[in-house]
């Protein structure tokens, strides 16, 4: 179950995973964000080692052994944009390549925790001297092309997982989770047009996990041995009830006789798939091609059913609003509008209307409730009123 979609579960997270991906979150604040939780942590276990070089040691809290077992999966993605210049120059990754102190340990003098990108510049610029004799050439000719930034700004971090550089809990998901290979074919299943119980039924179907009589009898319990939806009952099982019992045969002959897609008795797996590879060459599909383009023109809606769904779906309808006036009568004749209305949760109904002359002039207007059973029949029952008022009062021309 505790899989992504496309890949043959459910899309359920496992907890062990989300665990992971909040430990890595509080790796990510813990090194980004100041605050009081931050600086104990520091004062606590770091006052003479940086953070990333810090190991645990029996004492420490578990709290403290989580958050450096979350650094070793979170920390190799965190880097940093120089401004101040105040992060620390051997052990932050501001040169995008990981930590100076991985690479030259040999060049690395005491106080490694105190030693800040700052000190290796001189107005804002960097002191090439002393990079030539603290770091090898090439090393210090590479630092020396990188942009300072600004000199009021703060230094940033930034997360390499993300196009945005900042942190996602979906990002930090994808660091701890277990892969498996993706199944294209999936995406059918799960698709934003298909309500989710409709999906997972279908996903219990393929990989048989329906509680049919095969099933049931594996946990000790006694289903229902024969299909009770057909007249000749026969043995329940997932092929017969869905694809070859007498009320499966009937629907897929009703709903794909007018498609041109012939009902065959196949695993259901290959009659699904069959389905969706269909081509749309019989005149149903064609009709249906024919008023898309005419909503549409110009639109190459392919050959099967997968091209033609894929551009219905990218097809965005182009919103029309056509103004609506009354419009006087002829001379001498009088126009009625009449409306109803029907609420089917309190069967309240209520119907209305007005009457107007040829320049637009009140004549008699009306709005009273009445009883009936739905819309159309309110609506009817408006337009009689209001003929029967005209009649009364001796009014032929309307």
Known sequence: MCFPKDEDKIGIRWMQEISSTLAIKRWWRFRTIKSIWADFLVAKYCKRKHPVERKWVPGNSQAWKNILLARDKAEKYISWRIN????????????????????FSDYRTGGGNKVMVKHFLINHRWNMTKLYNMLPGDIALHISTINTGQEDSDDYAIWDKTENGCFSNTSAWHLTRRYRTKMPFLDNIWHSSIPFKISF??????????PFNKAVVKFGKQGFPTCICCTIPENDSIQHVFVEGQAADHIWRFIGAPLGINHQHIPINGLLQQWRNQTAKNKTVWNIKTALNVAVPNIDFGGNWISTCATVERIKPVQKCTPICWKNPKSGKLKINTDGSFCKTTKRVGIGGIIRDEEGKLVMAFSIPVECGSSNLAE???????????????????
């Open 84 to 103: 101040k210049g105040e992060c620390n120059f051997w052990w932050d990754n501001w040169l995008g390549f990981g930590p100076l102190a991985d690479y």
């Open 380 to 398: 009817a029952l408006a337009v009689e009123f209001g003929s029967s008022w005209c009649r009364i009062n001796g009014i032929s021309d309307i």
């Open 201 to 210: 039924l279908t996903w219990r179907l393929i990989y048989k996990k329906l």
